[in-house]
């Protein structure tokens, strides 16, 4: 994948900062991280690993992202995998991307991986989609009807972007579904 001169990141699903560090390491210059993280454990090694790399440019945002600002249910297990879930143990906030970027930002990559939940936040991220036409790696593997929903929800969007699936793993998951607008 390309990247921009400047890239400003939104790492939904940040985990443990792990593709912002990746990035930093593999771009130009990276203007603005915003991770996005509402497990307690795995933001806290988000504000370890911010400080153990120094990357001043990440604003940690404890929350997670959905198609409006509301409260859910969630199972928060420290490990890459929590998600929303009805029966969940604790409630998280979560916000639409549309109202957490400013409108003045020029969103360049957007990255998730938030355990079945990428259509909802897409579609909290619609207004920025269609303003910034970023690059797009989002997850595809939670759930089977990810892999059509998605890429449809985005070609709904911005009709110009270029689609790829790759599979990163030797096992089901890391199915990463990427759109690209053409310059």
């Known amino acids: 994948m390309l990247y921009e001169d400047?890239?400003?990141f939104l790492d939904v699903g940040s985990c443990n900062l792990r593709d912002s560090i990746y990035l930093r390491d593999h771009?130009?210059?990276v203007k603005k991280v915003y991770a996005f993280e509402p497990d307690?454990?795995?933001y806290k090694v988000c504000e370890r690993n911010k400080e153990t790399y120094q990357f001043p440019e990440v604003e940690l945002l404890p929350f997670g992202a959905w198609s409006e600002d509301t409260t859910l249910h969630f199972s928060a297990v420290g490990s890459g995998t929590s998600c929303v879930n009805d029966n969940g143990e604790i409630s998280v906030s979560v916000r639409a991307i549309d109202h957490v970027i400013p409108e003045e930002e020029q969103v360049t990559f957007i990255k998730m991986d938030i355990?079945?939940?990428?259509?909802?936040?897409?579609?909290?991220?619609?207004?920025?989609?269609?303003?910034?036409?970023?690059?797009?790696?989002?997850?595809l593997y939670h759930k089977p009807e990810d892999m059509t929903e998605i890429?449809?929800?985005i070609q709904s969007l911005v009709p110009e972007y270029k689609f790829y699936v790759r599979?990163?793993?030797?096992c089901y998951t890391e199915t990463v579904f990427y759109a690209i607008f053409p310059h």
């Open 40 to 42: 307690l454990e795995n």
């Open 151 to 153: 890429p449809l929800y």
């Open 115 to 139: 355990e079945g939940s990428e259509l909802e936040a897409l579609k909290g991220a619609r207004h920025t989609i269609q303003r910034c036409k970023p690059k797009l790696a989002i997850s």
């Open 27 to 29: 771009c130009r210059h």
């Open 6 to 8: 400047e890239e400003v």
């Open 167 to 170: 599979h990163h793993s030797n």
